[in-house]
């Protein structure tokens, strides 16, 4: 199983390109999040899911989308990139049963400029 | 109000000492669970223990253990015998069933040094 992987490892944008970020799991997985994290802030939930066709906002929803069409793949769109967006994301999973703990990605490193 | 506090910003001890790193949290639950990451240089989160409110057991692992106490709302991690490669920064987490325990909410780490 290669758990959960993450395109691109980096990525530097320009103010207002649009982009997205993938995220494909191959544990079966029925829950998926995206997180991001800032020096000093710990990370933050953006988006999750609790299946394909359902998603729901995190903490930090603001400026991306997100849809998941099949159980493997929740990826992270930003419409129009902003220099606050700059962080590093991480994308989980976690298989049904609230004790369960989630299995992270690797990490996309953005930085808009 | 941070629901998990993570007081210690950076740690600095020297291979061989013992380190605790500290957690409270805040909850209305009485059903949540607790975890701790670590996240190595590398950058990958690492998943280290899981802790059900209902379990306040201690538990050791090799070199690692945890000390859950509710009454303080605490869940302190310690490292026995440090050793250079538990330099990392560590995250502690809640997970509550009001987002139907599909929310981490992290503490802002803790950085650990451990030096030769």
């Known amino acids: 199983n290669a758990g959960v992987t993450q395109t691109p490892k980096f990525q530097v944008l320009k103010t207002g390109q649009s982009m997205t970020l993938q995220c494909a799991q191959d544990?079966?997985?029925?829950?998926m999040s995206w997180y991001r994290q800032d020096p000093g802030m710990g990370l933050r939930l953006i988006h999750y899911?609790?299946?394909?066709?359902?998603?729901d906002q995190g903490e930090v929803p603001n400026g991306y989308n997100v849809s998941r069409s099949t159980t493997e793949d929740f990826p992270l769109r930003l419409l129009s990139a902003a220099p606050s967006q700059t962080s590093v994301y991480f994308c989980a999973s976690r298989s049904q049963g609230t004790y369960n703990e989630q299995f992270f990605g690797p990490g996309t490193r953005l930085t808009v400029l | 109000a941070q629901k998990v506090t993570q007081a210690q910003t950076e740690i600095s001890v020297v291979e061989k000492e013992d380190v605790t790193l500290d957690c409270v949290y805040e909850?209305?639950?009485?059903?949540?669970?607790l975890f701790w990451y670590k996240q190595p240089p590398s950058g990958e989160l690492v998943f280290l223990i899981r802790?059900?409110?209902?379990?306040?057991q201690n538990e050791i692992s090799g070199r690692y253990s945890w000390n859950f106490q509710k009454s303080t709302s605490s869940f302190n991690f310690t490292i026995t015998a440090s050793q250079v490669v538990d330099s990392a920064v560590y995250f502690c987490a809640l997970s509550e069933p009001e987002s139907g325990y599909n929310k981490l909410i992290f503490g802002a780490g803790t950085r650990l040094a451990v030096h030769p």
């Open positions: 899911s609790v299946g394909a066709g359902i998603t």
């Open positions: 802790r059900n409110s209902f379990d306040e």
């Open positions: 909850t209305r639950d009485t059903t949540y669970y």
């Open positions: 544990m079966n997985h029925e829950y």
